[in-house]
């Protein structure tokens, strides 16, 4: 153990950093998305205890919800790399100003595309879906609907909470992590066991959870007001501020539209297979997101380390930070895959899966999760290092290409023409992931990102 903490104190600690503080920040962000991840197994759980029905809708529609989620999303992680630049530079004004104009601009992205999803909800679930059963098309709308209401709190919340992961306060990520995963597992349980409200019950516990979220977001960041921030911020757009997040948050906000789509397209033709096996495809994606926690808590570790040295103007730190990060991440994700994938047994226990789902769930999880440690890393760390670094453009023409190519391409290809079902889809998840590491592998080599 000692020679392993020596050899990591080597890699990781410079001027700009040290290994304990990077250790105690991965550690923090890991239970932040483990929090993240447990909770939303649990509750979809939850939903599938009403039956395959009400969980086969809610994975209909999410291509669509997160959508429109992901465009204030990327927003505010292009605030948060402004943000995190302007700590590397010392400068508090603009980190002021950067905090409440990427919180006021997702607000009011949110609002207007909350208001479209809302009023279209119906034809878009008809016109999406024209083969599915009547039942599916009722929950699916109603469920829609509640989440569009849900996405105006959430956005301010976000944005809040990657503001203060890219000022390196994971503490505060983590408690506003706790209280909103917590309050939502809660009203899940209060609504939709307790009421038996069933997919209504889960879209309300999303917007009560939510509204809290917002609410203790707002209070946490003016009690901690390290840097002054008003109210007033919120409204306040400077353009250059303005140039500089939508500079990098439009190419992200792009590249999630036009991946949602091909999702979307992936959700459409998937659609073909039977209740059994969309609810299969859901609680394993559900399941691979637990497998994704350390990996996520990699990924906003190099957001903020990376961002934080190209801020400072120190881009030998920041090509160093991104080679060492993706090293230790190749070994953070197989000790990942070695603990979890053991467990997958009593994980499955929280579902009513049948016999023949947890065989298909079975199956999609060795496609991905023995992969991960190989591939994983380069095509998905890389991404948010040449992102920070205001690479957008061609981070984002490779993540729409790969799945073109991969889930859209290939995985309908294995899917329904060759008649693999599920297991189709997860093989070219795979070959995603490997397109875009190879992609990426190649620019961070030639070193053109240093001058965007």
């Given at each position: 153990?000692?020679?392993?903490?020596?050899?990591?104190?080597?890699?990781?600690?410079?001027?700009?950093?040290?290994?304990?503080?990077?250790?105690?920040?991965?550690?923090?962000?890991?239970?932040?998305?483990?929090?993240?991840?447990?909770?939303?197994?649990?509750?979809?759980?939850?939903?599938?205890?009403?039956?395959?029905?009400?969980?086969?809708?809610?994975?209909?529609?999410?291509?669509?919800?997160?959508?429109?989620?992901?465009?204030f999303t990327s927003l505010?992680?292009?605030?948060?790399?402004?943000?995190?630049?302007?700590?590397?530079?010392?400068?508090?004004?603009?980190?002021?100003?950067?905090?409440?104009?990427?919180?006021?601009?997702?607000?009011?992205?949110?609002?207007?595309?909350?208001?479209?999803?809302?009023?279209?909800?119906?034809?878009?679930?008809?016109?999406?879906?024209?083969?599915?059963?009547?039942?599916?098309?009722?929950?699916?709308?109603?469920?829609?609907?509640?989440?569009?209401?849900?996405?105006?709190?959430?956005?301010?919340?976000?944005?809040?909470?990657?503001?203060?992961?890219?000022?390196?306060?994971?503490?505060?990520?983590?408690?506003?992590?706790?209280?909103?995963?917590?309050?939502?597992?809660?009203?899940?349980?209060?609504?939709?066991?307790?009421?038996?409200?069933?997919?209504?019950?889960?879209?309300?516990?999303?917007?009560?959870?939510?509204?809290?979220?917002?609410?203790?977001?707002?209070?946490?960041?003016?009690?901690?007001?390290?840097?002054?921030?008003?109210?007033?911020?919120?409204?306040?757009?400077?353009?250059?501020?303005?140039?500089?997040?939508?500079?990098?948050?439009?190419?992200?906000?792009?590249?999630?539209?036009?991946?949602?789509?091909?999702?979307?397209?992936?959700?459409?033709?998937?659609?073909?297979?039977?209740?059994?096996?969309?609810?299969?495809?859901?609680?394993?994606?559900?399941?691979?997101?637990?497998?994704?926690?350390?990996?996520?808590?990699?990924?906003?570790?190099?957001?903020?380390?990376?961002?934080?040295?190209?801020?400072?103007?120190?881009?030998?730190?920041?090509?160093?930070?991104?080679?060492?990060?993706?090293?230790?991440?190749?070994?953070?994700?197989?000790?990942?895959?070695?603990?979890?994938?053991?467990l997958t047994p009593l994980?499955?226990?929280?579902?009513?899966?049948?016999?023949?789902?947890?065989?298909?769930?079975?199956?999609?999880?060795?496609?991905?999760?023995?992969?991960?440690?190989?591939?994983?890393?380069?095509?998905?760390?890389?991404?948010?290092?040449?992102?920070?670094?205001?690479?957008?453009?061609?981070?984002?023409?490779?993540?729409?290409?790969?799945?073109?190519?991969?889930?859209?391409?290939?995985?309908?290809?294995?899917?329904?023409?060759?008649?693999?079902?599920?297991?189709?889809?997860?093989?070219?998840?795979?070959?995603?992931?490997?397109?875009?590491?190879?992609?990426?592998?190649?620019?961070?080599?030639?070193?053109?990102?240093m001058h965007q």
């Amino acid at each position: 153990m000692k020679s392993l903490n020596a050899r990591l104190n080597g890699l990781l600690t410079t001027d700009q950093f040290t290994y304990p503080q990077l250790r105690s920040m991965f550690f923090t962000l890991t239970l932040d998305q483990f929090f993240i991840c447990f909770i939303s197994l649990l509750s979809t759980a939850l939903v599938s205890s009403v039956g395959e029905a009400a969980i086969a809708a809610v994975s209909m529609v999410s291509t669509v919800n997160g959508m429109v989620s992901l465009v204030f999303t990327s927003l505010a992680t292009g605030g948060s790399i402004v943000v995190s630049r302007a700590k590397g530079s010392g400068d508090a004004l603009e980190i002021r100003r950067a905090i409440g104009e990427v919180t006021g601009l997702c607000a009011a992205v949110s609002l207007t595309l909350s208001v479209l999803l809302f009023a279209a909800s119906d034809p878009l679930v008809r016109l999406l879906y024209p083969k599915v059963e009547p039942l599916l098309i009722i929950y699916a709308v109603r469920y829609m609907r509640m989440m569009a209401i849900s996405f105006i709190p959430f956005s301010v919340f976000n944005a809040i909470f990657c503001i203060f992961r890219s000022l390196g306060d994971t503490r505060s990520s983590l408690l506003l992590t706790v209280v909103i995963n917590a309050s939502h597992l809660l009203l899940s349980l209060l609504f939709i066991n307790g009421l038996g409200l069933g997919v209504t019950g889960s879209g309300l516990s999303y917007i009560v959870a939510r509204v809290l979220g917002m609410a203790l977001a707002l209070f946490w960041l003016f009690r901690h007001n390290l840097y002054h921030v008003r109210a007033a911020d919120f409204f306040h757009f400077n353009p250059a501020v303005t140039r500089e997040i939508t500079a990098l948050g439009i190419p992200m906000a792009v590249e999630s539209l036009l991946m949602q789509g091909g999702m979307l397209l992936v959700q459409v033709y998937l659609a073909r297979l039977t209740t059994t096996d969309l609810a299969a495809h859901a609680v394993a994606n559900s399941l691979l997101n637990l497998y994704n926690t350390t990996a996520s808590a990699m990924t906003a570790l190099t957001a903020t380390v990376c961002g934080q040295c190209f801020g400072a103007h120190r881009y030998d730190l920041t090509e160093q930070y991104s080679r060492n990060i993706i090293r230790v991440g190749r070994f953070v994700l197989l000790g990942t895959v070695l603990i979890l994938y053991p467990l997958t047994p009593l994980l499955l226990r929280l579902y009513h899966a049948t016999e023949q789902g947890t065989a298909i769930i079975y199956t999609a999880l060795r496609i991905a999760v023995f992969s991960m440690p190989l591939i994983w890393c380069d095509g998905n760390l890389l991404t948010m290092v040449l992102r920070v670094t205001g690479d957008t453009v061609f981070v984002s023409t490779v993540s729409v290409l790969a799945l073109a190519l991969g889930r859209c391409a290939l995985g309908y290809t294995l899917t329904i023409p060759l008649g693999l079902g599920v297991p189709g889809i997860w093989i070219a998840l795979v070959f995603e992931w490997l397109l875009r590491a190879i992609a990426l592998r190649i620019r961070f080599h030639g070193k053109g990102w240093m001058h965007q």
